[in-house]
């Protein structure tokens, strides 16, 4: 379909460490449509920055591999291009904001310095004309005075600037595709205000596609369109955003909302998950997450779930099975029968 | 609970000095600029405000872990800003800090053996055999067990490592415990666990929480009392339930507005504040907040608000609420 600008096909990729390897993703399936902004939700670990990183073709290239899978840009399979053609995408077409202000900025680069390469690199311009081409992002994206803030320091800026400066960096070449991973995160909560209600101004007035990843589920409450859960390398459920706060299919979706503490009572024991998230070389047969879930019975440790649609909401949980559903609403039956 | 108090802090300061040249004027840094609030026994008082508001260095002023410049820490009756540092060591068992960082705060060369022992040892509290029994007590209770006690910190998750911080501070069985943001560095999950395990320690142990966190949906659901900070300063004080139902300074207005919703489908009415925090080495004259107050006056720019008081102990450092009754309306209406 022509309206994905992105869209990633059972993606597995695996690292290796001397002798050892690991999959810390392991077939991840997602789509991003044009002028639509996806969630990608998860905890630290469960590989939403690695995804991220791959469509981005940022990977460590000797220790890392793409072992199967497709990532369609466009229509077309980046997974496996050059260094060289990468190039060409990177920062023109698809670009990216990091998680610390603080340290993706060069400091020994003026703000002028640094932005100016995308355009040197991509675009044919005059050094005058990039200038200018700066300041006006520098404008956009809501920073006072762009004239003279294009000849500072980035240690001269505050990070709810500096994060503006990686937001103007990022829009540079008007890309397509604009990943943010965690933008907000290192950020107080009134700066994060202001930079989400930036992050919604200019995805709409450039027409772009925006890629949100971040563990904060009140972020994604106000940012997405649809969301993606991820837990241990896998995509455990996707929704539209209304879908997935309304009715969260898969029991750990559900136990992150009930975790959080705006919806507890107060001062009374929070709802908490059990146990831990499994480390990449712990996982093997089954659910990845049977082994917290409340709801696991035998099916779960021994077989993974496929994904099962219901509607636009898929989520990879053997409870939504038709199947087991039968066999379960038997089960009560019985129960109540005797 | 009692109405006993436990701890006051009386007009605390702590400036740094950040050194110019040899001839040049020094800067005066007022990280913590009189600071006034009181702790009741058996309750959580929170420490809200952003980053570099002065939250964590009260905090450690409190402690002696940094020296105050100015004023009292009064706990159970004795003035701890003036005692010597061998009193004040021994003081330390009754008040203990949680930290922020789980990753930093363990010592990754010792066991956890060692990091529990380390407290029992320096104030020679129990016999040589009893401490071990309370160690292994203290690690069940933080939900860790025996054969924990040989690993090193590095083996364990961010969240274990927080129990283990934790259990550091309450095997002393300390009155008094300053938890430094002990869930930000946190996923949701395991600190929804973590909050439990301090809510459960509370009830068991009878502690008194300093709970300083940016995090306004913690803070609402875990305790008793809040203190909002700008810039050093302390601009309004109030119970948990009653500030975040009535916010009386812009400011604390602004920093709720600004919390994320919790479901798509809400609305919320957005104060979104222009500009960032200033530096506090050069704090804007009169109310530090009027750059980027939308409802400041004149009087702002220059003079410095006293605390007006409203009913139930909730005071806010604010010149709206000091004029009379109309003009309020007016610029509350009109600007």
Redesign the interface.
Known sequence: MSDKVLQVNDLRIRFRNGKETSQPIRGVNFHVKKGETLGIVGESGCGKSVTSLSVMGLLPIKTSEIVSGEILFNNRDISRLKEKEYRKLRGNEISMIFQEPMTSLNPVFTIGEQLSEPLRQHKKMSKSEIRNNIIAVLKQVGLPRAEQIIDEYPHQLSGGMRQRVMISLALLCHPKLMIADEPTTALDVTIQAQILELLKEIKVKNEMSLMLITHDLSVVAEMCDRVVVMYAGEVVEEAEVNELFDRPLHPYTQGLMKSLPSNNERKSKLFSIDGQVPKPSEIGEGCVFANRCPFAFEKCFAETPPAFNRGKHISKCWLQDPAVKEVMQNEERSIVNS | MKNEVLLTVKNLKKYYEISQGMFKEKIVVRAVDDVNFTVMRGETFALVG??GCGKSTTGRTILRLVEPTAGEVVFKGTNLASLPYEQMRSLRKQMQMVFQDPYASLNPKKTILQILMEPLKVHNKFDKKERLRKIIAMLKIVGLSEYHLDRYPHEF????RQRIGIARAVILQPDFIIADEPVSAL???????V??LM??LQKEFGLTYLFIS?D???I???TDRVAVMYLGKIVEVAD??DLFRNPKHPYTQ??L??????????EKK?I??KG??PSPANPPSGCAFHPRCPFALEICKTKMPEPTTFEKGHTANCHLYIKNEEEIEYVTSYS
């Not at chain 2, 998750?157 to 274990?160: N, P, T, V």
């Not at chain 2, 507005?257 to 798509?264: L, R």
Request: glycine content about 4%.
């Open positions: 952003e980053s998750s961010g969240g274990q996923d949701v999950s395991v600190q929804s666990q909050i439990n809510l459960e940016h306004l949906s913690v609402q659901h875990m948990t339930e602004a920093l507005s600004a919390v994320p919703v919790a479901h798509p489908k809400e957005r979104i504040l960032d925090v």
